[in-house]
């Protein structure tokens, strides 16, 4: 029961050492880590099988729908899917509606949903050894949650230190049989704890606040790229705004992951406007939110941007499901992006000086209320 007290005190003691004697984590032992048989066994076949995954949730839809407040309850349902031999396969678990804008419903007709299953019996179905599993639902449409999908699929092609997310076919049934069935998109976003057992590491608890300048350098300087190239503004390492933080060694700096991208340019939401301390007009204009680094970061981290540009620009080109103007105005962006990393002036532009900005200033986005 002591654990956590000792997690909170070993990561205190951390940010209180100078920087010059925290010491960096080798990114190497990052990569070695997925290598590692131990951690193999971590791995849920949920997220690494590609295909869609095709399924039926059964629950009372306009009660789940209504239940949108701050104390939401959670609600009894089933998914159906048939098995490998072709078996239909039933298994009960609860539904609850999640989320900070999406649960509006003058913004989301169809809010996320968080599923809750039954650790004793979920195990023994192709969802796996979970118990809680999000799942970002077609809120308006199909297009805009195959955006966002695609912007997990983005960030797993930069590092892998990331969340895992499986594309659905989900067939909504309503069990007092007064809705008519739809079936939509959706997409199911590994758990944090999950992720982090991947990596033998921890997610460091919220109420922990932990500057941008706290982090790993490298990792932090790739997620502040990365936001800037998806035009995402919408987030904060201290408040810990669809941020999370995973700590490998408790007197190493913790390594950023990103979440929840529907407020990002790239994705262009309806509803999404940037934050107005931010000064920005539309979430389409970019606008660097990371600190400054020594050149041999930005060095590497520009190698590490132009290294993975194919694989980047293949996740919309290899996507089949997407309007085909959509994809060439995405990969337009992208090369706005690359231009801008590519080029002297505009690189100082849009991330040194802007860099250096925002350590004077220190703008930090605490996110919806």
């Known amino acids: 029961m002591q654990r956590p007290h000792l997690f909170f005190l070993i990561i205190l003691l951390w940010l209180c050492m100078p920087p010059q004697l925290r010491a960096q984590p080798d990114s190497s032992l990052l990569i070695s880590a997925t290598d590692s048989s131990a951690l193999l066994k971590l791995q849920n076949p949920l997220f690494i099988n590609q295909e869609v995954l095709h399924f039926k949730l059964s629950m009372d839809v306009r009660t789940v729908l209504k239940d949108r407040g701050e104390d939401r309850k959670d609600h009894r349902a089933v998914i159906s899917y048939k098995s490998a031999d072709g078996a239909l396969v039933d298994e009960k678990l609860k539904v609850k509606v999640r989320g900070n804008r999406r649960r509006d419903p003058s913004v989301c007709n169809f809010p996320p949903l968080q599923l809750n299953f039954s650790r004793k019996t979920v195990e023994k179905t192709m969802f796996g050894k979970v118990n809680k599993l999000k799942m970002v639902t077609h809120c308006i449409n199909d297009e805009f949650v195959l955006r966002e999908y695609l912007v997990y699929k983005v960030y797993n092609a930069l590092t892998d230190t990331s969340y895992r997310v499986r594309l659905c076919r989900v067939e909504y ?39 941008m ?3 790993e350098l490298s990792s932090m300087a790739k997620m502040a790229f990365f936001q800037f190239m998806i035009g995402n503004t919408d987030w904060s390492v201290p408040y810990r ?22 407020y990002a340019g790239i994705v262009g939401t309806p509803y999404a406007s940037p934050p107005p301390e931010l000064g920005i007009a539309t979430v389409r204009q970019r606008l660097f939110r990371g600190y400054s680094y020594p050149e041999e970061v930005y060095a590497e981290v520009q190698k590490h941007f132009n290294n993975r540009k194919a694989a980047i620009y293949s996740v919309y ?6 309007d085909e103007r959509y994809t060439r105005q995405t990969l337009k962006y992208l090369d706005q992006f690359y231009s801008a990393l590519n080029n002297k002036k505009d690189f100082y532009n849009a991330f040194v000086r802007m860099g250096q900005r925002n350590e004077r200033n220190r703008v930090v986005v605490k996110g919806l209320d």
């Open 173 to 211: 049934e309503d069990m007092r049989g007064k809705r008519k069935t739809e079936i939509r998109y959706a997409f199911l976003i590994e758990d944090d704890d999950i992720m982090a057992a991947r990596y033998n590491a921890k997610v460091i608890p919220e109420e922990l606040i932990i500057g």
């Open 241 to 262: 705004h669809n941020i999370d933080l995973l700590s490998f060694d408790s007197l190493a700096p913790p390594v950023p992951v990103p979440y929840d991208f529907d």
């Open 317 to 322: 080109q290899n996507f089949e499901l997407l």
């Open 213 to 215: 300048d706290k982090t």
